[in-house]
């Protein structure tokens, strides 16, 4: 059965909450070779961004994030208060400031998912295979 590294972390749900996170990322004992590392930041900062502009936080106005580390992939995983939109991979505005997070987190992820909980939380994974 293979090893994995799990860690989890709470940010409040603003506008540094993607910084926050790239930060805490950076820290972590991830052992990620530079490529797989930017990839991993990249995820992480458009599943947080798109929580914070589209969803409600979880109570204390917080997202959780974690990774799940395994020798062959990293999971990441943002948890927020839930929204109406559903994440979608939209068509690239290129007049529009937005709307590229999904399509981003869509091309260098090897999957991605997201679901509503029965208490109305909502969570949207990412998995890189290293």
């Known amino acids: 059965m293979p090893s994995t590294t799990s860690a989890k972390c709470r940010v409040r749900s603003q506008a540094t909450a993607a910084g ?11 052992h990620l070779n530079d490529d797989a590392l ?10 947080v961004t798109n929580a914070v502009r589209h969803a409600r936080p979880l109570p204390g106005e917080i997202l959780e994030v974690s ?3 395994r020798a062959d992939s990293i999971t990441i995983t943002v948890t927020d208060g ?17 709307g590229r997070g999904m399509y ?15 208490d109305g939380t909502h969570w949207i994974q990412a998995t890189l295979l290293l």
């Open 20 to 30: 926050d996170v790239r930060r805490w990322l950076r820290r972590a004992p991830l």
């Open 38 to 47: 930017a990839d991993v930041l990249v995820i992480a900062t458009e599943l």
């Open 67 to 69: 990774y799940d580390l």
């Open 82 to 98: 839930g929204s109406i939109q559903r994440p979608s991979v939209r068509t690239i505005d290129l007049s529009s400031p937005g």
């Open 104 to 118: 981003m987190v869509n091309q260098i992820a090897d999957c991605w998912q997201s679901r509503n909980a029965p």
